[in-house]
């Protein structure tokens, strides 16, 4: 859908520049229409849903001009007081909404109540149309009511001086469109060994450092340091009003040249999962895992092209520790989708238990793969978890304050046959093994322990580690 995203532009200046009669503005039909845009938006997918947002955004900027004009007619310490109100009103109803888990009577009042708040907001929008300049008997109101109506007599100044300049803006954006999408080009990984990749876990948290501030450029420095060519990124949706709306996914794309998928929607109420690849991604399909108790888990299956040979991805974010039958039912799901895989696979997931806990143990026996180092005992979120591969090195990076969780990297050999043996014996001496199967060594050293240093990113917990046939 992103290259239809320059229709919101020109949809909204349309709306500002010819639709704003004051009939329509008071109008119980257009807000019916308004409304109905908003539930295509909240209730259905793909084109229907974008075309539902489209018809939202027409109805509410056909309203500024008079809620502006009504606004300068207002006593403005009064008015930008109530207005910066509900608006934080709407912002917490965003964040409760899907932080349930972790707020007051969140799971009782607010439990994926998106389209609730939406309804409501709706509702907040008719009655400022409706009772905007409109006569009440007293002095005050109208004055809104000339003030509002003066908007007709300014009509033909807009038509002459601010439409042409509205039509400047529109085709500035426009431009700015067409060069990014020209400017789009993605990676294409040329390796002495074609069959070797580089699988990344981050919970990237929104891209928000440990210190509050927004680190997009550090994050994808990072990624791109790691010399990674498919990763699995978590906490990721940052579409939200108190994360200031950003994509993500899509600046994260842009800037690395990676393709990329984003599941599930923002409204499906999770904190989001990502993938990034350097090779192409043929087909993916979003999960919303069993989730009765806790948090919605979201998860993500892709199948990635690499180098002429299919490989299946996973990635996923489970459930709090503390949701137990939330857990359990995830990891069976999981397994399933795993189980069910026929190309090699990669599962980049945060489990949210330790090492061979029941769901660790279900997820290996059940969805037949194996962990990239069953001897890693210090792992309590984050695993890589493989099939049908052969795997020659696994390394742990420190967060370096950059998020509230380390990176992990795995390197894989897609077997040219199935009788190709895993690499079962372990070495921390990157000597013993070739040169292009290095983890990059910004990073330093094999370290036996873990980092607690911020700004910075080293190898840590006894790795990286490398394996040997």
């Not at 949809?11 to 308004?34: E, M, Q, T, Y």
């Not at 791109?224 to 600046?251: C, I, K, Q, Y």
């Not at 040169?435 to 910075?456: D, K, L, N, T, V």
């Amino acid at each position: 859908l992103r290259p239809f995203a320059r229709f919101l532009i020109v949809l909204l200046a349309f709306s500002l520049a010819f639709i704003s009669p004051k009939k329509l503005f008071r109008s119980s039909v257009w807000w019916l229409v308004g409304l109905g845009g908003g539930l295509l938006l909240y209730y259905t997918d793909s084109f229907v849903g974008f075309a539902g947002g489209l018809i939202l955004g027409l109805y509410v900027f056909s309203l500024w001009p008079y809620i502006i004009q009504a606004v300068i007619g207002s006593p403005s310490a009064r008015t930008m007081t109530l207005a910066m109100f509900i608006y934080i009103v709407w912002v917490l109803a965003a964040v409760w909404v899907v932080a349930y888990n972790f707020v007051p009577f969140g799971g009782e009042l607010a439990r994926e109540k998106t389209g609730a708040v939406a309804v409501l907001v709706m509702l907040a929008i008719a009655s400022l149309a409706f009772f905007i300049g409109r006569e009440r008997g007293s002095s005050d109101k109208r004055n809104v009511l000339k003030r509002t109506e003066s908007i007709g007599a300014d009509r033909r100044f807009f038509a002459y001086g601010t439409r042409p300049v509205l039509i400047l803006i529109v085709l500035l954006a426009l431009s700015g469109f067409a060069v990014r999408y020209e400017r789009l080009e993605y990676q294409k990984p040329l390796k002495e060994e074609p069959r070797e990749f580089t699988a990344m876990i981050w919970t990237i948290h929104f891209c928000y450092d440990n210190k509050g501030w927004p680190s997009f450029e550090r994050a994808a420095q990072l990624i791109n340091n790691t010399g990674a060519d498919v990763v699995g990124l978590l906490e990721t949706d940052a579409s939200r009003p108190f994360l200031h709306s950003h994509d993500l996914t899509m600046w994260l794309e842009e800037r690395l040249g990676m393709y990329a998928d984003f599941g599930p929607a923002t409204k499906k109420h999770t904190w989001g999962a990502a993938l990034l690849s350097k090779y192409p991604i043929i087909k993916s399909e979003h999960h919303l895992l069993p989730s009765p108790e806790g948090e919605l888990a979201p998860a993500i299956s892709a199948t990635v092209n690499i180098s002429g040979h299919l490989t299946d991805f996973v990635i996923v974010h489970m459930g709090n520790d503390g949701d137990d039958l939330d857990r359990k039912l995830q990891a069976e799901a999981l397994a399933n989708i795993l189980a069910n895989f026929e190309n090699p696979a990669v599962f980049l997931g945060y489990v949210t238990s330790q090492p061979f806990s029941r769901d660790y143990k279900h997820l290996v026996k059940t969805g037949n793969v194996k962990d990239i180092d069953s001897t890693d005992l210090k792992r309590w979120c984050q695993y890589i978890f493989y099939k049908k591969l052969i795997r020659l090195g696994y390394a742990r990076i420190s967060h370096g304050g950059l998020s509230d969780t380390e990176t992990q990297l795995a390197k894989f050999r897609i077997p040219e046959s199935p009788e190709e043996k895993d690499h079962e014996r372990l070495t921390t001496d990157p000597a013993k093994i070739p040169q292009r199967i290095h983890f990059p060594a910004m990073f330093g050293s094999y370290y036996e322990y873990s980092h607690a240093s911020w700004g910075r990113h080293q190898y840590q917990d006894k790795t990286p580690k490398y394996f040997l046939p």
